[in-house]
C-alpha cells in the first residue's frame, strides 16, 4: 500500500510542477523579504564550498531562515505523538525535553525523477521533537526517531503531499519583511506565530557552528508519522550542513495558537518568555527520501 501512496505521492509533486511551469510563463514568483540577502547562493561573505545542491532519485530543496533550540514540558508533547511514538523511558510530563523551532523558505522543493521541471517555493513553519522511541521495534528499528508537531504553510500543493505521508500540514497567511515574520489563518486572519530576529556575528559554515552541533545530530533522525493508511511511514532527511551556513541571532517568537504555545527569546530575558538555548539563520541543502523501511535506520 505504501507503493501506491510513494506513486501518487510523486505523480502529484510532478503534476504541480506542470502546473508551476505554466504559471510562471506569466506570472514570476516573487521571494520573500525574509532574509532577503541569502537567497542568492552562495552569499557573501564567505563562499561554501561544493554549494550546489546534491541531486537525487528522491526529494530535495534549501531551507533558508530561523532556528531555534529551545524546550517545552514534555507532557505537552505526548498530545502530537502519532500512535506508537512515546517519549523516551523516565521522562515525566512536567520534565523539561527539548524541541526545534523553524520559520523558514523551503526553496526550489523538487523531485529529481522530473529533474527538468520547476521547483516549489513557499513559507514553512515547524516545531520539530527528537530523541523519541517506538512503543514495539518495526523491522529492528525503535528509536531514536522525530516528529514534527505542527507544520503550517502557505501554499497548498506541499500540504497535500504532506498529509499522504501523514504529516499535520496546515494552509496558512504568511507575511514578511527582511527580518520578521507572522502567520495568520487562513480564513479568520487571526495570529497564529510571528518572531523577528537579530543577526549577531558572522556567518560560518553550518558544519563548523559548535552552538548548532547537538541540533545537526538530531536532524538525521527518521521522522515518523501516520500515513493515510493507518500504518508508521518513515522519512528520512539528509541535512548537508557542510554546504550550509549558519549565523547566530537574537530573536523573539511568539506562538499563539496550537502545539508549543509560547514565547521564545534569545539570549533569554529575565521573565521574558521560554529561555532557549540558541538561536540562528541558516541555509542548508537537504534530501529527503519518502517511505524507508525503517531497518535502514537499524545501524546509522
Known sequence: ?????????????????????????????????????WQVWPPAPIAVPSAGRTRSRNVDGDLLGLL???????????????????LPPGVGANDPYPISIAFGYQHDVRSELFPSLPGS?????????????????INGFS???????????NELLPI????LLGLQKVLRVANTEENAFDLRSFWRKSMVAAGSLTRVGEPVR???????APLMATFDQPVVSRSITGALAFTGFTWHWDRG????????????????????VYPPEPGAGTACTGAWQIRVPWTMAAFQDPAS????
Open 206 to 212: 553550518a558544519s563548523d557552528c559548535a552552538g548548532l
Open 1 to 37: 500500500m505504501h507503493g501506491v501512496i510513494h506513486f501518487i505521492y510523486h505523480a502529484l509533486l510532478t503534476l504541480g510542477s506542470v502546473v508551476r511551469r505554466i504559471v510562471r510563463a506569466v506570472w514570476m514568483f516573487t521571494p520573500p523579504a525574509f532574509c532577503k540577502d
Open 160 to 163: 497535500v503531499l504532506g498529509r
Open 121 to 137: 517555493n513557499y513559507l514553512e513553519f515547524a516545531v520539530g521533537v527528537s530523541g523519541l522511541r517506538l512503543a514495539a521495534p
Open 68 to 86: 531555534i533550540a529551545t524546550s517545552i514540558p514534555a507532557g505537552a508533547i505526548v498530545p502530537v505523538l502519532p500512535r506508537g511514538v512515546v
Open 143 to 153: 528509536g531514536p526517531c522525530a516528529i514534527l508537531g505542527r507544520l503550517d504553510l
Open 297 to 300: 535506520f537499524v545501524r546509522r
Open 245 to 264: 551556513l549558519a549565523q547566530p541571532v537574537r530573536c523573539r517568537t511568539e506562538i499563539v495558537q496550537g502545539f508549543a504555545q509560547g514565547l521564545y
